[in-house]
């Protein structure tokens, strides 16, 4: 079972009555350059409406990164606002409650944590990256003798651009 599945059976026809939940758990997420370090938590307030229960909070996690460009790696503290509807009848793409009361979360906090981390991190603006001859970390190294444009293919069409 998992600790993402709520039962809100005691919300159900009761409007305005609320419940606060704190959830911690784990959830597999691994991108290229990002990935999500367990376990997870999660602050909400579920609050009954007419015919729907509204989940509505946040989510923190650590988040494990990897600069796209010079490709060091550094944890960072990540906050996900939650608000998500789940309504009694079945509609398309949308949340439901079960017919044992239950609603399960876990797939929607796993959407959200996805979408929050970054697609190409970057350890800061301005990071230099490594260099693409010698792969040298660019932020820490400055590399020299690798700018002679005779060495580079496009070397011999210098000749091309002066006067």
């Known amino acids: 079972m998992s600790v993402f599945l709520l039962n809100v059976s005691d919300l159900l026809g009761h409007p305005g009555t609320r419940r606060a939940v704190a959830l911690e758990g784990s959830l597999d997420i691994s991108l290229d350059l990002a990935s999500v370090v367990e376990p997870v938590y999660a602050e909400l307030m579920l609050e009954a409406t007419v015919d729907e229960v ?22 960072e503290e990540m906050r996900v606002a939650i608000l998500e509807v789940f309504g009694s009848r079945t509609v398309d793409d949308g949340s439901v409650v079960e017919r044992d009361g239950s609603i399960d979360l876990e797939q929607i906090l796993h959407d959200e944590a996805s979408l929050a981390l970054p697609i190409a991190p970057l350890c800061k603006p301005d990071c230099l990256g490594l260099c693409p001859t010698c792969g040298t970390d660019l932020n820490t190294d400055p590399c020299f003798g690798h700018a002679d444009e005779s060495a580079s293919a496009f070397g011999a069409l210098r000749h091309l651009l002066e006067p």
């Open 54 to 75: 509204v989940a509505r909070g946040t989510l923190k996690f650590t988040a494990s990164l990897r600069c796209n460009r010079c490709l060091t790696e550094w944890d």
